[in-house]
């Protein structure tokens, strides 16, 4: 295999491994999480608060990588704080899907 191959199957196989699933264990953890801190200001049933309702209505319109980069960078200016610290690439894309459901 030349350079440059190899270096696309490199990052080809970077990529899946970014975007995979979070395991069931952590599923769990996004669970608790998304009631318990996001629920804080988004409310319990995510029908919003201090934060915007979260409901699979309301994000119909937003594209998952608007919503993913708006929870690990948070929004300046407002109260939605970034959640890069804690929460990886693949775990706010799992987020966001388990908002859409
Ligand atoms: C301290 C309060 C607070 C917490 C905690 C919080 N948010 Fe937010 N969030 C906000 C506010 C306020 C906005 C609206 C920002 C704006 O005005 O654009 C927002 C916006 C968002 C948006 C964009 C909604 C849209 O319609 O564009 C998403 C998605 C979101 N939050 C997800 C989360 C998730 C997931 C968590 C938990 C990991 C979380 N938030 C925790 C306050 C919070």
């Given at each position: 295999?030349?350079?440059?191959?190899?270096?696309?199957?490199?990052?080809?196989?970077?990529?899946s491994v970014a975007v995979a699933e979070p395991d069931l264990a952590r599923q769990q953890e996004l669970s608790?999480?998304?009631?318990?801190?996001?629920?804080?200001?988004?409310?319990?049933?995510?029908?919003?608060?201090?934060?915007?309702?979260?409901?699979?209505?309301?994000?119909?319109?937003?594209?998952d990588?608007?919503?993913?980069?708006?929870?690990?960078?948070?929004?300046?200016?407002?109260?939605?704080?970034?959640?890069?610290?804690?929460l990886s690439e693949a775990d706010a894309l799992w987020l966001v899907k388990a908002?859409?459901?």
């Amino acid at each position: 295999m030349s350079g440059p191959e190899r270096l696309g199957l490199i990052l080809l196989l970077g990529c899946s491994v970014a975007v995979a699933e979070p395991d069931l264990a952590r599923q769990q953890e996004l669970s608790n999480l998304l009631k318990h801190d996001c629920g804080a200001c988004h409310g319990l049933s995510r029908k919003g608060g201090l934060g915007p309702s979260l409901l699979a209505a309301d994000l119909a319109g937003k594209s998952d990588e608007f919503l993913v980069a708006t929870i690990l960078q948070g929004r300046k200016g407002t109260a939605m704080p970034p959640w890069r610290s804690m929460l990886s690439e693949a775990d706010a894309l799992w987020l966001v899907k388990a908002l859409r459901e």
